[in-house]
């Protein structure tokens, strides 16, 4: 008789955005000619660059003449052309990351949930509060022990490590989702010193990296002196280059990060993490990677740089208006997303529903981010100049 | 401290491709003028059909506009112009699998490995020898069970259910790999009732279903009685339509299948599986599945069919020349793979080797595959009509 994996039952039954949609949904079909805005998701809304599209049609032409015609990649770690390029937009602002570290996905959700499959089930995990809901759920898929390190109000929403909580694995997001908060140098380099003293690994997700404005917030963790002996890192370019619909991103697992296993063998994770790929993955689509690879051309670089800045400025309007109305927040500044104190003390899921009853504009719930998101709210910055500035004048209006 | 895990030390360090192409590459580096011929690796030759290329560019187009640029897809389970796509398609030979029930993901290998997520550890795992070596170590990355059906010369390759022997969840491939033998409706329908009888769980992988050219051969377990309440297929549009860069596939887990949690809870596999994508995985690249769409269209329908008769008669080429050295070998006939018998009692790498140095020719030693694939080898027609000839002529060389 077949055993089900009983830790997805003490799962919530759905996910986060899946019970936004369904609000919203609702409230579209009772309301068919409300003009909703929805700054809820962190989906982004421009075309990707002309030169990904330009790249991805030479692609799938190839695909179709035999003799450029590609099958199986040899190792599913992503082509040399595009691990060289990533490479090298590392290089670009100062961290040395070979190629040969690096292997391409579809998305850093999928390694973000799969690369836990590489520890044991016996591991404790810290997960900074509020985060995305994926490092929770993919650890108590497997029945790990989850622990939380506060992020709040009194420390800016960026956590900070305890000598006192001795955890396996940690989880960290800089530029935060939900938060928009971004760890400064010194901050990230207490949390690299704090996982090598301790033999922790840190799963470092850096996907909003390209919305950096500010000289001492590291883009990456590699900036970090001692990094390479204990973090992995994950970065995508949905957000930088809008391919949440492309799906294309990477994840370094560098050669000094090691592990001992029971019995004292000191164990590669990079192996691992490469056996567990070779086993379960088949590598990206090619096409797919010849669009990835064009965006870190010059041409590629300065177009998505356009758009990025375009997103930049709505997170000034956004910003504008809640200075306006005296509401708290972080983020905007370092990062795509705003993280606002409800007004009046309202709870989350009630901000929510008011903010869509009454102003037709979807954000989502801190709540839906852990504990201490009670009580704030994100706004992305990913819509359209227009509508946001209407979103936050409709804001003014129902909150003033 | 962080803990691996350890299930991972256990496994072989490489994969079987790997080892294969290591040895290739050593042999070329020692005989640089070496014309090597390849029927090792699965892996297709044909490009892909006209109708998925023009969609696919027409879809990189569309991410390229403002008013037709995709983001994130809702569910990550596919579009449903896509979904019922295949929904369609099963329905061109009979079989009724609706389209709520059946996931794109981006390639059978992925889901192979991730669908072991939703069951607990400590289940039997059944699965037949020699096998596509997936199935064996996602298994054993996780610690379960392992056991074994064996298919030999004796029952043709096709391992059949044993009263005796009751496993939670039991791998089938038909029209197999590595073996191309395939099931009748007849045997298909003795594991089916096997399942059911025993509440265990059939992971049906029906990658090559369209080499099939016999009537009675199926090419769904959908199409037999009973099997919605016992079986997940899986299938990939790699071998039918040579995706095996571009990456897309399908698994189908039927609304009618569920399982008893330990406090007699009801269970729907299918919810379990869209809580794990939901949280792993984000859904297949839009122009990817524009070129999957197009190849269920009637005009890609009738493209890849003459992909598929080209490498169909490489198969009779093989067997032609296997015939006339008088070597005893299945599949060829409802798949695109042929196994042999190899010869004066040979081990399956002694062969490699041989075949390797003598010929310049590369297929893959059986016993890559598990035990009683030892003896035996695997030639695929995948490859080019002169070469393989060319292969078939070396061939019939050295073993005269």
Redesign the interface.
């Known amino acids: ?6 830790n ?2 003490k ?1 919530e ?1 759905n ?1 986060l955005f ?1 019970n936004i ?1 369904k609000k919203v949904n609702a409230y579209k079909e009772a309301n068919p000619d409300a003009d909703i805005i929805r700054m809820g ?1 962190g ?8 030169a ?2 330009d790249a ?2 030479k692609g ?2 190839e ?4 003799e450029t ?7 599913g770690a992503g082509y040399d052309f595009l691990r060289e390029a990533v490479s090298n937009y590392y290089k670009s602002f100062g961290a040395d990351v070979p190629a040969d570290d690096i292997r391409i996905n ?2 850093a ?2 390694d ?3 690369i836990v ?7 404790t995990i810290l997960i900074t509060d509020p985060a995305y ?2 490092y929770v ?2 650890n108590r ?1 497997s029945g790990r022990n989850v622990i939380f390190a506060d992020s709040n109000e009194e420390n800016g929403f960026a956590a900070m490590p305890d000598d006192n909580v001795k955890a ?2 940690i989880y960290l997001c800089s530029p935060n989702n939900p938060t928009g908060s971004a760890y400064t140098k010194d901050q990230l380099k207490a949390w690299v010193d704090h996982a090598n003293k ?4 840190i799963i470092y997700d850096a996907a909003y990296e390209a919305f950096i404005t500010e000289d001492d917030i590291p883009k990456s963790i590699y900036l970090i002196d001692g990094a390479k002996t204990c973090a992995i890192e994950m970065c995508s370019l949905s957000k930088t280059a ?1 391919f ?5 991103g990477y994840t370094v697992v560098p050669e000094e990060l090691t ?4 019995d004292g ?1 000191v ?1 590669s ?1 990079k192996q ?1 993490w490469n ?2 790929e ?11 990677q010849c ?1 990835a690879a064009a965006v870190f051309t010059p041409e590629g670089q300065e177009q998505i740089k356009v758009n990025i800045s375009y997103y930049q400025q709505n997170a000034k309007t956004i910003a504008a208006a809640l200075d306006e109305l005296g509401i708290k927040y972080t983020g905007g500044k370092n990062s795509p997303y705003i993280w606002l104190k409800c007004p009046n003390g309202m709870g989350s899921w009630e901000f929510f529903d008011l903010l869509l009853e009454k102003a037709n504009v979807v954000g989502t719930p801190g709540a839906g981010f852990g504990k201490n998101g009670e009580g704030w709210f994100r706004l992305t910055s990913f819509g359209d100049k227009d509508r946001t500035k209407e979103a936050m004048e409709r804001l003014k209006k129902i909150l003033k």
Chains 1, 2 share one sequence.
């Open positions: 008789m077949v055993k089900v994996n009983e997805y039952l799962l039954k996910y899946i949609a998701i989906d982004v809304t421009l075309p990707i660059c002309k990904a599209v991805m049609k799938a032409d695909m179709g003449v035999k015609f590609k099958g199986y990649e040899d190792s579809d998305g959700k999928a973000c949930g799969n499959d590489i520890f044991g089930d016996d591991n809901p994926v759920d993919s898929m396996d694995i301790n033999g922790s690994v809008g949440t619909g492309m799906r294309c592990a001992k296993a029971s063998t164990v994770l691992l056996r567990r070779g086993s379960k993955f088949n590598g990206v689509s090619y096409p797919v669009a």
